[in-house]
């Protein structure tokens, strides 16, 4: 079956680190950009960072450059997200999704989501 | 940076016609993406470059885009409809994706 399923996510005390994982299977998971996008608790979609198939090419939104990096491994067909120096305000799910095919395209597969919650 | 805008509700009567909005200057020249998403579900592509639907999406939704704003409409609600809706577009000024805040769509 063609999915994306997270892990990593957990409950981590303000200033601390956390790395989620993304495994994708059932497609050629190197052809494709990769995105993390999250949603705070009852609150809306929020993208956070996105690479390129070769990892040229990485954005993040302006509230987590500097303390997260997004990485992948294609020989895994896995996707990272190191978060640094978590605040409140980090606390949401984290999901990670794939563009249809193009850069701009919309994301047709996402995963189930983890949950990251920071508090002391 | 861009700025997406959806009204926070819509309410419409099963059998009826619901339009959900996204407002954003001269979103007309961009391409819009649409997404539902259940309660305690991961979203789902609805509508993609405004217009086109992917597989297993019903007929009853489409999309337009124009101007200043680009439009979700859900022909003959049903219950099963009842979701946040949001649109997205790619701010090609900053390499950034964009999400509107969302709508909850109430079937009445």
């Known amino acids: 079956e063609v999915q994306l399923v997270e892990s990593g996510g957990g409950l981590v005390k303000p200033g601390g680190s956390l790395r989620l994982s993304c495994a994708a299977s059932e497609f050629t998971f190197s052809n494709y950009s990769m995105i993390w996008v999250r949603q705070a608790p009852g609150k809306g979609l929020q993208w956070v960072s996105s690479?390129?198939?070769?990892?040229?090419?990485?954005y993040y939104t302006d509230s987590v450059k500097g303390r997260f990096t997004i990485s992948r491994d294609n020989a895994k067909n896995s996707l990272y997200l190191q978060m640094n120096r978590l605040r409140s305000d980090d606390t949401a799910v984290y999901y990670c999704?794939?563009?249809?095919?193009?850069?701009?395209?919309?994301?047709?597969?996402w995963g189930q989501g983890t949950m990251v919650t920071v508090s002391s | 940076s861009y700025v997406l805008t959806q009204s926070p509700s819509v309410s419409v009567a099963p059998g009826q016609t619901a339009r959900i909005t996204c407002g954003g200057t001269?979103?007309?020249?961009?391409?819009v993406h649409w997404y539902q998403q259940r309660p305690g579900q991961a979203p789902v592509l609805v509508i993609y470059?405004?217009?086109d639907r992917p597989s297993g999406i019903p007929e009853r939704f489409s999309g337009s885009n124009s101007g200043n704003t680009a439009t979700l409409t859900i022909r003959r609600v049903e219950a099963g409809d009842e979701a946040d809706y949001y649109c997205?577009?790619?701010?090609?000024?900053?390499?950034?994706?964009?999400f509107g805040g969302g709508t909850k769509l109430t079937v009445l």
């Open positions: 690479i390129s198939t070769t990892s040229s090419y990485i």
């Open positions: 001269n979103i007309g020249g961009k391409s």
């Open positions: 470059y405004d217009t």
């Open positions: 997205q577009i790619w701010d090609t000024s900053n390499d950034h994706w964009v």
């Open positions: 999704a794939r563009p249809r095919t193009g850069l701009d395209d919309g994301f047709d597969l």
